[in-house]
């Protein structure tokens, strides 16, 4: 099903630190899964995907991990920059329809200098 | 550069108006492109799928006379919002489907605000 939150979670980290975003996901048919993120007035930017193949994928300076026992998603950022803050949605599909995602609630991450 | 074109970024317009948002695949040909709508701190929610050549799909609770999709060619679909009222005002983004990569690109949004 869909996740939509009146309330968007937030997470600030350090300039210069790791950060990670989780996020659990609804239906355990997806086989698909991407972060994307938002900038304030803007359209979803894809970060990186992953199938449910795979339990873990290394983009620059991203990392997503799947784990498909508990349905949950999580996102890496390595070294976070000021340019990082932004929200953060996870989305979960089926490859077969991987047109139609299904978003999650979002994060708000806020790097503070 | 960009992939998709969604068009006017913003747009104020008087209760009871009809607006109308195009979404433009630059790159390649898109049979599925997707109408999403985001209300302010909250998640996107999925409205329709606008399928070329045929009627759009329209999700659970979303009224297909007040939203009205056109997928008229392969490079174009466009939603109209009639009768705008206030509680239409929301961010809408557009998204479409490339079939050979399996991979959905958004375009910019555009922020509808109904006095």
């Known amino acids: 099903g869909e996740s939509v939150g009146l309330h968007l979670p937030t997470l600030s980290v350090q300039e210069g630190d790791n950060s990670i975003i989780n996020c659990a996901y609804s239906n355990s048919a997806s086989d698909y899964f991407i972060w994307y993120k938002q900038e304030s007035g803007k359209g979803p930017q894809f970060i990186i995907d992953i199938r449910s193949n795979m339990d873990k994928r290394q983009g620059q300076r991203v990392t997503v991990l799947l784990n498909k026992t508990v349905k949950h998603l999580s996102l890496q950022i390595a070294a976070t920059q000021p340019g990082d803050s932004a929200v953060y949605f996870c989305a979960e599909a089926r490859i077969q329809g991987a047109q139609k995602l299904v978003f999650g609630q979002g994060t708000r991450l806020t790097i503070n200098p | 550069g960009a992939v998709v074109s969604q068009h006017p970024s913003w747009v104020i317009c008087k209760s009871g108006t009809s607006v109308k948002i195009e979404c433009r695949s630059l790159?390649?040909?898109?049979?599925?492109m997707f109408w999403y709508r985001q209300f302010p701190k909250q998640s996107l929610m999925l409205m329709a799928t606008s399928n070329e050549g045929s009627k759009a799909t329209y999700e659970q609770g979303v009224e297909k006379d007040k939203f009205l999709i056109n997928h008229a060619s392969l490079t174009l679909s466009t939603l109209t919002v009639t009768s705008a009222h206030p509680e239409d005002s929301s961010f809408y983004i557009c998204s479409v489907f490339w079939d050979r990569g399996e991979k959905l690109f958004f375009g910019s949004g555009t922020q509808l605000s109904v006095l």
């Open positions: 790159d390649f040909q898109a049979t599925t």
